[in-house]
């Protein structure tokens, strides 16, 4: 056998799969791996919620034989269309044979745009309900959480939310609930997934949990399909999820740049100095030592962005173009910024960075500060003082 499922409430169990070794989830650094959760509910009609990405079929299929013959599923159930949910799911229609397969309108579109199988699935409208025997499942579609499919499932009896992607995180563990775990590592690997894959939809997610309250839904397990399941506290990664998705500008400002022979460097550390001088938090990141989804983690919660370039070939450097079109798509609010760098003869870095910051809706403090070749005193002046200018304007804007 080998692997073995999880008993997580009276009749529902985790059949996951842990994926120790993964660190790039398309784009994204998964520096702790990450899990594809799936549940398996046990009543008259067996169903199973969500399958895995492909490679780990046979984990899931071992799972769940540890508890159930697999011919035993009558009923699957796709909450979301992303192929780290869906991969696996042709294998196992294949080797289980179920009855019905489920989806959302959207995900009954996207699994057959995927997959172009013949598998008739059946469409769950925004509060349908399906009854299983002695319980009972409710469907509320969550349009762009953050797939047009994306749906989440109650099971009522159990008042346990099958969340999908929402509330989890990237994080392998050997704990399956988050209670067995370090919080300030769950807040953390929580906001990174926030910052990185909901963040420009937070105006549903505050809709989301708004609807959770009008519904009076009574919650007392979150099982997302990714990381830890919340069994003891479980609003608390919600009030999480509100705290990020209101995106309160903190007393913080993140420093990213990079720099060819060190000059830009010279003044994002004068810069990031003068900010941290006045008590603001400050975050200096270098691009070819921090990854962009890192980077997104600490703007999440900044009150200034701070961009610095060298010109090179008349435009900016590459990483932080990379790191630009990553920030501008996840589409962060409320935020203070200024840009710098060094040039040696035509500089129109700067003025680029400018544009692209304007263009985001981020409020520029102060003109570009460009400084040719290598900055001297007076130009590391300059960035003392725009460093003091921004601690300055951000202590008014912070909360
Ligand atoms: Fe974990 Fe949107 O898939």
């Known amino acids: ?47 199973l919620i969500d399958t895995v990405k492909a490679p780990f079929k046979d984990e899931l299929l071992k799972r769940i034989s540890s508890v159930i013959d697999l011919e035993k599923i009558d009923y699957i159930i796709s909450n979301h269309a992303e192929m780290d949910h869906s991969g696996a799911l042709p294998a196992i229609i294949e080797a289980v044979k179920p009855e019905k397969v489920f989806a959302s309108v959207m995900g009954v579109k996207a699994l057959k745009e995927h997959f172009h199988f013949g598998q008739d699935l059946i469409p769950l409208k925004d509060g349908d309900t399906l009854n299983l ?22 099971l009522v009896e159990e008042r346990l939310l099958f969340s999908q992607d929402g509330f989890g995180m990237h994080w392998a563990t050997g704990e399956r609930f988050a209670d067995e775990l370090n919080y300030e590592t769950l807040r953390y690997e929580g906001a990174k997934y926030y910052a990185n894959i909901l963040l420009p939809y937070s105006a549903l997610v505050l809709k989301l949990i708004e609807r959770i309250g009008q519904l009076q839904l009574a919650i007392d397990i979150i099982a997302p399909d990714h990381g830890p399941i919340w069994r003891k506290e479980p609003m608390k990664v919600v009030s999480w999820y509100q705290e990020w998705a209101e995106q309160k500008p903190k007393k913080k400002a993140v420093v990213v740049y990079d720099t060819m022979w060190g000059s830009t460097d010279i003044l994002a550390r004068v810069i990031a100095d003068a900010i941290a001088e006045n008590g603001v938090e400050t975050k200096v990141m270098r691009l070819r030592a921090n ?109």
């Open 133 to 154: 025997g002695l319980l009972n499942l409710k469907f509320l579609e969550t349009r762009m959480l953050h797939w047009p499919d994306s749906m989440v499932s109650y």
């Open 291 to 399: 990854d962009r989804s890192d980077v997104m983690t600490e703007i999440l919660d900044a009150a200034a962005i701070v961009i610095g370039s060298p010109t090179l070939n008349n435009g900016i450097f590459p990483t932080v173009a990379d790191v630009l079109t990553y920030i501008k798509g996840l589409k962060p609010k409320n935020k203070l910024g200024a840009v710098f760098g060094s040039y040696g003869w035509s500089g129109e870095a700067v003025s680029i960075l400018a544009e692209e910051l304007r263009e985001m809706g981020v409020e520029l403090v102060a003109e570009p500060l460009r400084v040719k070749y290598v900055p001297d005193k007076e130009a590391q002046e300059q960035a003392r003082k725009l460093g003091h200018l921004l601690a300055q304007k951000i202590t008014e804007r912070s909360v």
């Open 1 to 47: 056998m080998g692997f073995n499922a999880v008993k997580i409430s009276d009749r529902v169990y985790w059949v996951g799969a842990i994926d120790w070794a993964v660190r790039d989830f398309h784009g994204y650094s998964t520096n702790r791996g990450t899990t594809y959760n799936a549940y398996l509910i046990i009543d008259e009609k067996v169903t």
